[in-house]
Each structure stands twice: as C-alpha cells, then as structure tokens.
C-alpha cells in the first residue's frame, strides 16, 4: 500500500483553511507567516515559492523577504529581531541552507520560539527531549511523518522504529516524537555497523539519511511500514528536466515487501508544507 501524502495534506489544508475562515469571520487576526529567503539557491527559491502559494491558499498571510547572498550577519539578525516584535507575524521561517558566510546556529537561535513555525530553536528542540514537557512547535517534517503513520492506523507502542539519519531538522526530532510514542527507538546513521540487518529488525522504518535509494528492499522486514523522507535527484534523459526525484529508499523493491510505504514524490514533501500551515495558525491561536 502507498500512503498518498498528497491527499492526506489537502484534508490537513482544508481543516486550516475552514478555522482561518472562521477566525476572520469572528473578527481575529489574519496568521501570517514571515520567509526569510537570502541568495538565489533554486532548490530554496521553489521551496519558499511553494509555501508562499499554500499559504494564499488557506488564508495566511505571507511576508517575504528575499535578500542577496552578500547580506551580512548583522543585518539578517536585524530582519530577525525586526521580525520578532511585529505583531502581525505569527511565525518565522528562515530557509535553508544559508549561505557559507552566514552563522545559520546565531540566526536560528534569535527566532522567538513563539514564532519559531520550523521548529528549529534549541529551546523548541529541548523540550521536545524532556519527559513530560512540550515544545511550542515541533519540526514540520516528522511532524508530517507521525500524522502518515496516524492515517495508516500504525501501532507505535511497543513497535520497533528505526530512523536513518541524524539531522536536526528531521533524524533527531524524530526519534524523539517515536519516543514519546513509546515505540523503541534506533537511530541509525552511516557510521553505523550492520546497517541492512539493523533496518531488517524495523517494525517503522523511517529513511532521512539524503542517500538516493540507499534502501534496498532486503533491508526491509517483511511488513513494516517505511517513510521515505528523502528528496534525491537522479539523472534521467527521457525527462524534460534531465532529471527525476527519488527518494532515500529503492521504492519498487520495498513496496513488495512493505505493508505500506510513502512515494516519493507525493510522500512526505506535501505534509511538510501542510503542517508549516499548521504551525503558524497554531502560532496565531495561541498569540491572543
């Protein structure tokens, strides 16, 4: 079974939409969401391009701001600060990869983290970590994968998960969202030894390791769910592009052993934008 990501983000848009209706309606503020995007990196400029058309769609008003690569250190934390103490921004989103020069940690840390929609501040990541505490937000990616897994009637309890990868922005929240599910949790990265045989012992498999089709389908048990987070381009002439996108797993090996799996595209890419969504209305709700 594929787990249509695409459609599961438009029930998630529709619902924003509807309660940003109804807050308008009631005479409540607009949410509005602030991208900061600086240099001219394509992959960035779609993805920013993206979020601010699924913000028009749903209702949240979007503030960009696009600024050259020479931007120095001081003035993009000006723009954060700036940023901050406007009330009609309810959440920041600064894109990246930043360029070389710029101090991606100092930036990310000034974001307030009741604006923090990335769910990227420190602070925001910490309690995420600490039994019995909540973060104002979670990172939208795996944020996205616990709502796929919720939609296929997955069991966490008690499940065996394993996450490829280690990142900050989805390896590590991750685990720790599957933790808080009570699922037993490996994270496993490229240094780790017996890789194939530590991903076979998956009941969740999520692959967030920026490897086109590293996953072979023998690395996967016999009915495990797997979420495929990455986005790998790989050449291909018959394409317009030259190019088509893969993802970290080899999909059609994996589909024939897996109980469900996401495509890529059409996976987890559209969740990731639909909880963006959800974050920043969640921002404005609990700024009144």
Same mark, same amino acid.
């Given at each position: 079974?594929?787990?249509?990501?695409?459609?599961?983000? &438009? %029930?998630?848009?529709?619902?924003?939409?509807?309660?940003?209706?109804?807050?308008?309606?009631?005479? @409540?503020?607009?949410?509005?969401?602030?991208?900061?995007?600086?240099?001219?990196?394509?992959?960035?400029?779609?993805?920013?391009?993206?979020?601010?058309?699924? #913000?028009?769609?749903?209702?949240?008003?979007?503030?960009?701001h696009e600024l050259?690569?020479?931007?120095?250190?001081?003035?993009?934390?000006?723009?954060?600060?700036?940023?901050?103490?406007?009330?009609?921004?309810?959440?920041?989103?600064?894109?990246?990869?930043?360029?070389?020069?710029?101090?991606?940690?100092?930036?990310?840390?000034?974001?307030?983290?009741?604006?923090?929609?990335?769910?990227?501040?420190?602070?925001?990541?910490?309690?995420?970590?600490?039994?019995?505490?909540?973060?104002?937000?979670?990172? #939208?990616?795996?944020?996205?994968?616990?709502?796929?897994?919720?939609?296929?009637?997955?069991?966490?309890?008690?499940?065996?998960?394993?996450?490829l990868g280690r990142?900050?922005?989805?390896?590590?929240?991750?685990?720790?969202?599957?933790?808080?599910?009570?699922?037993?949790?490996?994270?496993?990265?490229?240094?780790?030894?017996?890789?194939?045989?530590? #991903?076979?012992?998956?009941?969740?498999?999520?692959?967030?390791?920026?490897?086109?089709?590293?996953?072979?389908?023998?690395?996967?048990?016999?009915?495990?769910?797997?979420?495929?987070?990455?986005?790998?381009?790989?050449?291909?002439?018959?394409?317009?592009?030259?190019?088509?996108?893969?993802?970290?797993?080899? &999909?059609?090996?994996?589909? %024939?052993?897996?109980?469900?799996?996401?495509?890529?595209?059409?996976?987890?890419?559209?969740?990731?934008?639909?909880?963006?969504?959800?974050?920043?209305? @969640?921002?404005?709700?609990?700024?009144?």
């Open positions: 079974m594929y787990i249509d990501g695409k459609a599961l983000a &438009t %029930q998630v848009r529709d619902e924003i939409k509807q309660t940003i209706d109804k807050r308008i309606a009631e005479g @409540k503020a607009r949410p509005g969401l602030a991208t900061v995007l600086i240099g001219e990196n394509p992959a960035s400029q779609t993805y920013v391009s993206a979020k601010r058309k699924a #913000c028009a769609e749903v209702g949240i008003e979007s503030f960009a050259p690569a020479s931007t120095s250190q001081a003035e993009v934390e000006a723009l954060v600060r700036q940023l901050n103490e406007n009330p009609t921004v309810h959440g920041i989103l600064v894109q990246l990869p930043l360029p070389d020069h710029l101090n991606e940690k100092a930036i990310l840390d000034l974001i307030s983290i009741e604006k923090d929609v990335d769910g990227f501040h420190p602070l925001n990541m910490g309690l995420l970590a600490m039994k019995g505490r909540k973060p104002h937000f979670v990172a #939208c990616t795996p944020q996205g994968v616990m709502e796929m897994l919720k939609s296929t009637n997955t069991p966490l309890e008690g499940a065996r998960a394993v996450v990142s900050n922005i989805v390896g590590i929240p991750m685990a720790l969202l599957l933790i808080n599910a009570n699922a037993t949790v490996t994270v496993a990265h490229s240094r780790t030894k017996n890789l194939p045989e530590v #991903c076979r012992e998956a009941d969740v498999l999520i692959a967030a390791v920026g490897r086109a089709q590293m996953v072979k389908g023998d690395w996967v048990k016999p009915g495990a769910v797997v979420i495929d987070v990455g986005t790998n381009r790989v050449d291909d002439a018959s394409k317009k592009s030259g190019f088509r996108l893969v993802g970290d797993v080899d &999909t059609e090996a994996a589909a %024939q052993v897996a109980s469900a799996i996401s495509p890529v595209p059409g996976g987890v890419g559209p969740m990731t934008i639909a909880m963006l969504l959800k974050n920043t209305l @969640k921002a404005a709700e609990a700024s009144e």
